[in-house]
Nanobody
Framework: QEQLVESGGGLVQAGDSLKISCAAS????????MAWFRQAPGKEREFVAFIRSYGGTTAYADSVKGRFTISRDNAKNTVYLQMNSLQIEDTAVYYC?????????????????????WGQGTQVTVSV
């Protein structure tokens, strides 16, 4: 079945870097749009970044632009999120999401409804 498994979360200090991963299985990864969302305590889940198939178009939330980088390794069926200059406000559970096969248009890709497969999440905690 379609599955996403996140890993790499943890506790870091403000200003540190962290790279989280999401391993996909059960669908054609190379053609799927992949994304990261996050949910902080008491807040709604929000868009972080997406990357289209074959490492094409990427987009970021304004709050992470210039600090986070989304990438994918199609040979490993894995998508990554490199997070630099982490801030306390980045503390959240980070979720990986997939749109396989890609059905959503570009303007929809910042919304949860564009994605049909979700991981269980990985906790990222940024301390002072």
């Amino acid at each position: 079945q379609e599955q996403l498994v996140e890993s790499g979360g943890g506790l870091v200090q403000a200003g540190d870097s962290l790279k989280i991963s999401c391993a996909a299985s059960g669908f054609t990864f190379t053609s799927a749009t992949m994304a990261w969302f996050r949910q902080a305590p008491g807040k709604e889940r929000e868009f972080v970044a997406f990357i289209r198939s074959y490492g094409g178009t990427t987009a970021y939330a304004d709050s992470v632009k210039g600090r986070f980088t989304i990438s994918r390794d199609n040979a490993k069926n894995t998508v990554y999120l490199q997070m630099n200059s982490l801030q306390i406000e980045d503390t959240a559970v980070y979720y990986c999401a997939a749109d396989p096969p890609p059905r959503s248009i570009l303007s929809q890709l910042r919304y949860m409804s564009a994605y049909s497969v979700w991981g269980q999440g990985t906790q990222v905690t940024v301390s002072v």
